[in-house]
C-alpha cells in the first residue's frame, strides 16, 4: 500500500514538473541574434532577432554578422555561427507578465570583416542592473577561471554563457547593450525563462552572524549565477535541466585535492524533502555526491574544499545541496560546514534535516567577500565535538550567487598587486635615470621660471586689479588652458552686447552682469562680466574660470572664450536657446515638459555630473545641483552649468573634503551640512531633490504650503515610501506616463536621499537606473503611441540665474517660495539662517 502512494507522489511529482516545463517553455523567449532564421538547439527552437512576429522589439539594426568557421561545441554551431554585433546603443525590448525571470546572454566570437572580437568592450544593462562593464568576451575566455571551458572539458569550446536571476514588477524586460571605450560589442543569443517555483526565499542565514538571517528583497535584487557544480558528479548538459535548462558543471576543478573526496552514486527512490523544491535542482544533481575520503584519520581536522574565484566587495548567496544516500537513520553522518572560514554549520546532520533518506534539501547561506579578496572557501569537515557514530561529511551540488550592489553587478578587473610589482621592476633601471635626469631639469627650470615670474609679476604688485588679476596672476599666467578658447577684444564685446546696452541684460549676480551678445554674424551668447567695483562672487567667478578651463563635456555647459583687456575680466558662453529645466517645470508661462522629456533632460545632467565625479584623477563636486543650474539647448539637450562653488574631491588617502557649507536651500545635503565634510555624494543627494522636483513640478521650499508640504525633499519621501509617489505628480502628466517608469524613478530618487551618504548610489549607478527608466517610457510610448505628447518648446529667456546663465525672472511667475531659493554661505551647526551670507554664497 505505501509503496503505491509512494508511486502515486512520484508521479504526481513528475507530472507536476512537466507541466512546469510546458509552461515556462511556452511563456520563454530564445533569441537566435543577428538573423532572420530560427534554428533548433539543445531540444529547444529559437527564433531569429530580424524574424516578423517574434515579439521581441529591437531598438536598432546593428550590424548582422556570421562565420563558417566554428571549432566550439558542435550542439550549438547552428546558435553561434550568427551574432548581431552593434556600434551605438543596442537594446532588446520584451514584453512579459510580471514575476521571476532568468536572463541568460550567450557570447562567441569570431572575425567578421574589419570587427576583431578582442577590441570589443562592452556594457550590457538589464531592468535597471548593470550586469557587465568593459565586457571583453576573449578576455573572459582566456580566464582560467572560464566554467564551460573547465567543466566541458574540451579546450576548442570558446563561448561564454552569462546568467542572471531578477524579479519583474512591470510589463517589460529591456536589455540594453553599451559599446564603450568607442568600441562595439556583439551578441549571439539571449534567452528568458520564467521562473515560478520562488526559488530564492525572503531571508537567509549570515555567515557569522550568530545564527541570525538577513532579508532578501528580490525586487529590487539582482543576482548572478557565479558557480553551479554537480558535486561528484559529471556535466549536466541544459537539456538534462529541462524546466530551467541550467548547466552543472562537474567539481573536481575546483577543490584543492580531488582526492579528498570519493564520488559515491545512488538512483533509486530519491524524492525532495519539499514538494515546493522541485525546481531548486534536478533529481540528478542528487544522484551524486563526494564523501570524505579519509574520514577515520586519527586527528579529525581533514576537510573536503573548494577553492572559488569571486569578484570582490559583494555578497554571495552560497546554496549546497545534500541527499543523504547512505545512512538510513539519524546521527550516522554529522559534519561540520565552513565558508570563508567562518563556521557556517555545526552538528549537520542530512538525514534529520531532510527527514530521511533518499529525500533531496538544500540549505542556503549569505558571505561578504572584502574589497580586497577575490577567494570564496568551501569546506565540509569532521565535527569532533559530536559524540554521533560518525562523522563524515557529504555533498552533492553547490551554487554561488553573486547579489547586486545599489543595482550593480559588473566588475571591471584590474591588474593585481603582483603583476603590477612584475612590471615595474622591468622599469626600475629606466625610471632612475629618468628621475636624474628630471631632477636636474626642473631645477634649471624652477629658476627660469621664478626669475621669469618676479620680473613679470612686479608692475602688477601696486596695482593689481581684480577685473583682471586670479589670485594675484592675471589670466595669461594662472590659466594657460583658457587660452586655448578664444581671446576676445575689448571691442568685440562691446559691439556683440552694443555697449552693455542694459536691455541686453539678462541676468544679474554678485559678480555682475550677464549679457546676451551675439558674435560672428549673429551667432548668440552669453556674455558674463564682472563688476570692477564689486568683490561680491569674485571667488565663485575665479573657481569658474578654473573649473570650465579644464572640462569639456556635451553635458556641461562650454565657455567659448574670454576677455581681459584694460582691467576687465569677462567670459563668454555658449547660448542656451531654452533656458532652465525649472522655467519647464513651473514659475513660468512656458508649455510643460512631457515626462520622456524630463527623463531625457535628468539623464542629461547625470551624464555631466558623472563626468564632473570621475573625469579626473580626483574628482570635482558640483555643489549647487539645481533645476536652475540645468540647462536647455535648442534640442533640449541638458546641461549642467554654474561651477562657483564647485570643489576638487578629495586626494586618495582622504574620503572628503573638509569646507564650509554652502549650497542651496532645500538641496543642501544634511550631513554635509551637519559635519562639514563635503563628498561626491553631497551632489548626489542634490540631484535626489531635483528627481522628485521634475516628478512634482513644484519649488524645493514653499511656506506658504501647510507645515508637512514646505519641504519638497520630505513631503515627497514620504509619499514615496508608501509607494504613492504617482499621487503628487505633476497633474499636466497626468495619463502621459508609464506607471512602471514613474515607480522605479521613485526608488532612485529615494536611493539618492539616504541619510548616510555611503548608502547612496554613485552618479553612474543613478544614470543606469534612468536609463532604464527611460527605456521602460519609451516602450510604453510604442504601444500607446497616442500619448507621445513629446513636443518642441522654444522659450522666451528670462533673466540669468546667478551663474546658470539662463533662467526664470520673479517677473516670469518667480514664487516667493522661489525666491527663498538663495544660497547657504559658510556657518556653523546650527539652523539654517545662522549661515546665510548676504554678500553671495
Not at 693 to 715: F, G, K, S, Y
Not at 814 to 822: G, L, P, R, V
Request: charged share 20%; hydrophobic share 35%; aromatic share 10%.
Amino acid at each position: 500500500m505505501m509503496m503505491a502512494q509512494g508511486k502515486g507522489v512520484i508521479g504526481l511529482l513528475i507530472m507536476f514538473m512537466f507541466v512546469c516545463t510546458v509552461r515556462a517553455q511556452m511563456m520563454s523567449f530564445l533569441i537566435n541574434c543577428g538573423t532572420n532564421s530560427s534554428v533548433n538547439v539543445d531540444g529547444r527552437r529559437w527564433v531569429g532577432d530580424a524574424s516578423p512576429g517574434n515579439n521581441v522589439t529591437l531598438s536598432a539594426p546593428g550590424i548582422e554578422a556570421s562565420t563558417t568557421t566554428f571549432t566550439g561545441d558542435p550542439v550549438y554551431e547552428p546558435l553561434y555561427t550568427t551574432s548581431r554585433i552593434f556600434t551605438d546603443s543596442l537594446n532588446y525590448t520584451f514584453q512579459v507578465t510580471p514575476g521571476d525571470y532568468f536572463l541568460r546572454i550567450h557570447f562567441y566570437p569570431f572575425a567578421f570583416d574589419r570587427y576583431n572580437a578582442n577590441e570589443s568592450y562592452f556594457d550590457v544593462e538589464a531592468n535597471g542592473f548593470k550586469l557587465v562593464s568593459e565586457f571583453n568576451v576573449p578576455g573572459e575566455i582566456s580566464n582560467e577561471n572560464l566554467n564551460l571551458v573547465r567543466s566541458n572539458g574540451n579546450s576548442s569550446y570558446l563561448s561564454a554563457v552569462k546568467e542572471y536571476f531578477f524579479s519583474v514588477d512591470s510589463s517589460f524586460i529591456v536589455v540594453n547593450f553599451v559599446p564603450t571605450r568607442g568600441s562595439f560589442g556583439f551578441v549571439n543569443a539571449i534567452e528568458i525563462i520564467p521562473e515560478g517555483n520562488k526559488l530564492f526565499i525572503d531571508s537567509v542565514s549570515r555567515v557569522g552572524a550568530n545564527g541570525g538571517s538577513t532579508p532578501l528583497d528580490l525586487r529590487k535584487q539582482g543576482i548572478q549565477t557565479m558557480y553551479r557544480l554537480n558535486v561528484g558528479g559529471l556535466f549536466i548538459r541544459p537539456s538534462q535541466d529541462s524546466l530551467y535548462w541550467r548547466t552543472w558543471e562537474a567539481d573536481s576543478s575546483y577543490m584543492i585535492n580531488s582526492d579528498a573526496g570519493s564520488e559515491i552514486r545512488n538512483r533509486s527512490n530519491l524524492t525532495y524533502a519539499n514538494s515546493n523544491d522541485t525546481g531548486v535542482a534536478p533529481l540528478l544533481v542528487y544522484e551524486t555526491a563526494r564523501t570524505l575520503t579519509n574520514a577515520e584519520v586519527m586527528e579529525k581536522r581533514f576537510n573536503m574544499s573548494w577553492r572559488l574565484e569571486v569578484d570582490p566587495d559583494f555578497d554571495y548567496l552560497v546554496r549546497l545541496h545534500f541527499c543523504e544516500l547512505v545512512y538510513d537513520r539519524a546521527n550516522q553522518r554529522t559534519f561540520k560546514i565552513y565558508i570563508d572560514n567562518k563556521t557556517a554549520a555545526d552538528n549537520f546532520d542530512i538525514y534529520v534535516l531532510a527527514g530521511g533518506m533518499n529525500r533531496a534539501y538544500h540549505v542556503d547561506y549569505l558571505d561578504s567577500i572584502p574589497e580586497k579578496s577575490n577567494t570564496l572557501w568551501i569546506q565540509l569537515g569532521p565535527d569532533t565535538s559530536t559524540s554521533s557514530a560518525g562523522t563524515d561529511a557529504l555533498l552533492n551540488g553547490l551554487e554561488v550567487f553573486k547579489l547586486s550592489r545599489n543595482g550593480n553587478l559588473a566588475y571591471v578587473q584590474k591588474y593585481s598587486n603582483e603583476e603590477v610589482k612584475k612590471s615595474s621592476k622591468s622599469l626600475i633601471l629606466w625610471v632612475g635615470i629618468g628621475v636624474i635626469i628630471a631632477l636636474i631639469a626642473l631645477f634649471v627650470a624652477i629658476c627660469v621660471v621664478c626669475f621669469y615670474k618676479k620680473k613679470r609679476d612686479k608692475p602688477y604688485s601696486k596695482k593689481a586689479s581684480h577685473g583682471s588679476i586670479v589670485n594675484g596672476k592675471g589670466l595669461n599666467g594662472q590659466f594657460g588652458t583658457v587660452r586655448s578658447g578664444r581671446r576676445f577684444t575689448l571691442a568685440e564685446v562691446k559691439a556683440a552686447t552694443s555697449n552693455f546696452d542694459e536691455s541686453k541684460v539678462i541676468g544679474v549676480g554678485g559678480f555682475g552682469k550677464v549679457y546676451r551678445g551675439d558674435i560672428d554674424e549673429n551667432t548668440p551668447v552669453a556674455i558674463k562680466r564682472s563688476n570692477p567695483q564689486s568683490h561680491q562672487g569674485l571667488t565663485e567667478f575665479e573657481t569658474e574660470i578654473e573649473m570650465l578651463s579644464k572640462l569639456r563635456h556635451r553635458h556641461l555647459v562650454s565657455l567659448i572664450g574670454f576677455c581681459d583687456e584694460q582691467n576687465e575680466m569677462i567670459l563668454v558662453y555658449e547660448y542656451m536657446s531654452n533656458g532652465t529645466l525649472r522655467c519647464h517645470l513651473f514659475g513660468s508661462d512656458l508649455p510643460s515638459l512631457s515626462w520622456k522629456k524630463r527623463l531625457e533632460a535628468c539623464i542629461g545632467a547625470a551624464r555631466g555630473l558623472h563626468y564632473l565625479h570621475t573625469g579626473s584623477d580626483r574628482g570635482i563636486i558640483h555643489r549647487d545641483v539645481k533645476t536652475t543650474n540645468i540647462l536647455l539647448d535648442e534640442n533640449f539637450v541638458a546641461k549642467m552649468s554654474d561651477f562657483g562653488l564647485s570643489k576638487t574631491g578629495p586626494s586618495l588617502e582622504h574620503t572628503h573634503v573638509s569646507t564650509a557649507v554652502k549650497g542651496s536651500f532645500g538641496y543642501l545635503d544634511p550631513e554635509y551640512f551637519r559635519r562639514q565634510q563635503l563628498t561626491e555624494k553631497s551632489d548626489i543627494y542634490s540631484f535626489g531633490v531635483v528627481l522628485f522636483e521634475v516628478v512634482c513640478a513644484r519649488a524645493v521650499i514653499n511656506p506658504t504650503l501647510p507645515r508637512d508640504q514646505i519641504n519638497l525633499a520630505e513631503w515627497a519621501m514620504r509619499w514615496q515610501r508608501e509607494g504613492q509617489l504617482e499621487r503628487i505628480i505633476d497633474p499636466l502628466l497626468e495619463g502621459k506616463y508609464c506607471r512602471e517608469s514613474l515607480m522605479k524613478f521613485g526608488e532612485i530618487a529615494e536611493k539618492c536621499l539616504a541619510d548616510e551618504g555611503k548608502s547612496r548610489p554613485t552618479m553612474g549607478e543613478v544614470l543606469w537606473h534612468l536609463e532604464y527608466v527611460l527605456q521602460l517610457q519609451e516602450a510604453w510610448l510604442r504601444s500607446n503611441p497616442s500619448e507621445d505628447s513629446s513636443v518642441s518648446i522654444l522659450c522666451d529667456l528670462g533673466p540669468i540665474d546667478e551663474g546658470g546663465l539662463l533662467t526664470e525672472s520673479k517677473e516670469h511667475g518667480e514664487s516667493e517660495s522661489e525666491a527663498m531659493d538663495h544660497n547657504v554661505a559658510a556657518g556653523g551647526d546650527n539652523e539654517f539662517s545662522k549661515v546665510v551670507n548676504e554678500q553671495g554664497r
